[in-house]
């Protein structure tokens, strides 16, 4: 497989904040890559110094072999992305935005028009091509600043949290075209999330990222199975009596958290009945006892001990909505 | 120039989608022009300019609509900051100068087209203007006047994180600039130590190189009026470009 991105050492310090410390992956050509991790964990950051916007403060990254710090037009031709925030206009309709990008990104005519014709029906907004930005919803501007994106054929596509703030529905839909993409382009998609499910749906590899490194980089089945197999959850007024109680081969680990006890195993469905009665026969109490599949959340977890922090959209953003009201 | 002529592009197509805001600009000037100007006629006595008071309003209130457009073209910035629509120019591979200077074409573009408004009205209501080649003087001035007023705004722009001291800027700054430059009263009828502050605000010059035009009279040998406003206008653009160089979203 060919390398479409290679990270060394990437750094970013803002004055005595580390955003990004020391960073190194690699993706292969038409792979989709997740950075995942609670908001501030310095994803977005990642993303703006490899797409030339934010200067790194050491380390370097090639994005199709082209170096970021020496050659940031190469980069930018070679790159497509969708940020956070929304970046349309929304003066302009649908195919105007389109036009404006083709153009600012040196497109000829003939293969403007018709490059936009066929990325407008991709995302299914061909028949809205005409409305003004301003009349569409939240998973409209999405699809249509992806489809821009794509315009000028770029090899790397980057997606900043590209379902934050949709409904689930919109989101679903939005997952489709990604993969749709991804099969149909076989472009590169490196895409920053907090959703443990979009990240466990789309990509084929997942950085977990917290306070600006890396702590685990795999698949997201492997990254699943280095818990262990599936979890049992055991809820009781004495906890800590349980672990020596449950001593067998066929558990791989046991955890305390407060009152639950987390327990890794093999075939869960099979010992359940087991792990009852021997605790009966301890005489400990059981409040609740659950199974369930590991999640990506189970890993970063187990990673971090703690769980990724589903936060409100942040002030900058309440204010740009603010702002929009004012100004319609 | 493909690029300039992009972002220009983008810059007409919401000007003529926003007639709220084309009205609302050509509104304050053409109010003055009739409250002022018809009002005061009769009691205001220009002494020995020879004109009567609206016809030597008129050309201030041409400059004022172009002005007041022009910098609200170069403030645009901060909306785009705001509404993000300035990281897709950012991030695309273009130089921030191809940027600055579509930009500026396309604000003063609005703001002489704003101009025009207003002077075809100011004619519509029986004012006289010289005649074609007046004219073409005065239409070259609004158009140095606008690219100097949006590359300030552009200036501006860079440096502001919102609106919040866009009103501070108007009533400290935009607002003097105007209110010397002579577009009300003659600069000779102010007291010695005032006229000769207007002689450092640049608005002066280009206000009484409009007059020139389209009233055949001005104060100020209107050669030095293109001098003195061209070369603001150059280093408001080399300003502009040097700031907007170092915006950052």
Known sequence: ?328 | MEIVYTIWLRSMKRYLRSKSRIIGSIAMPLFLLLFLGFGLNSIVNMGSLGQNYSTFLMPGMVAMSVLFTSIFAGVQIIWDKQFGFLKETLVAPLSRLEIMLGQTAGGATTACIQGIILLVLAVLLGLNIVGPAGFVIAFAFMVVIGIAFTAFGIAIASRMEDMTGFQLLMNFLIFPLFGLSGAFFPISSLPGWLSSVTLFDPMTYGVEGIRYGLTGTSQINPVLCGVVIAGFAAAMAAIGAYLFRKVSV
């Open chain 1, 1 to 328: 497989m060919t390398t479409a991105v290679q990270v060394r050492d990437l750094t970013k310090t803002f004055s005595t904040l580390t955003a990004v410390d020391r960073i190194s992956f690699t993706i292969g050509q038409g792979e989709i890559f997740g950075l995942l991790g609670p908001n501030g964990a310095g994803k977005t950051t990642t993303l703006s110094m490899l797409a030339t916007m934010l200067e790194p403060s050491s380390g370097s990254a090639e994005i199709t072999g082209i170096d970021i710090q020496k050659d940031q037009d190469g980069v930018r031709k070679a790159i497509g992305i969708v940020f956070q925030d929304q970046s349309l206009d929304e003066e302009l309709t649908a195919w105007e935005n389109m036009d404006f990008h083709g153009r600012l990104y040196r497109i000829p005519k003939e293969i403007r028009g018709q490059r936009t014709e066929e990325l407008l029906r991709l995302v299914e907004l061909y028949d809205r091509r005409n409305d003004i930005v301003k009349t569409f919803s939240g998973g409209m501007r999405r699809r249509l600043e992806i489809a821009r994106g794509l315009l000028h054929h770029p090899q790397v596509l980057f997606l900043d949290e590209p379902t934050i703030g949709l409904d689930p529905q919109t989101r679903n839909l939005l997952w489709e075209y990604i993969e749709t993409l991804a099969k149909e382009k076989n472009i590169t998609i490196i895409l920053t999330t907090h959703y443990m499910e979009e990240a466990d749906r789309l990509c084929d590899r997942i950085a977990i990222i917290d306070h600006g490194k890396i702590i685990a980089l795999d698949t997201p089945a492997r990254l699943k199975d280095s818990l262990g197999g599936d979890l049992v959850t055991i809820r009781s007024a004495e906890p800590a009596r349980i672990g020596p109680a449950l001593s067998a081969p066929w558990i791989n680990r046991i955890e305390n958290r407060g009152d639950d006890v987390i327990i890794s195993l093999h075939h869960a469905e099979q010992h359940l009945s087991e792990i009852v009665t021997r605790l009966n026969g301890e005489k400990i109490p059981i409040d609740m006892i659950s199974v369930h599949k590991p999640t990506l959340e189970d890993v970063f977890l187990s990673y971090t001990g703690k769980s990724i922090r589903e936060e409100e959209p942040d002030a900058k953003a309440a204010l740009r909505s603010q702002l929009k009201m004012m100004r319609h």
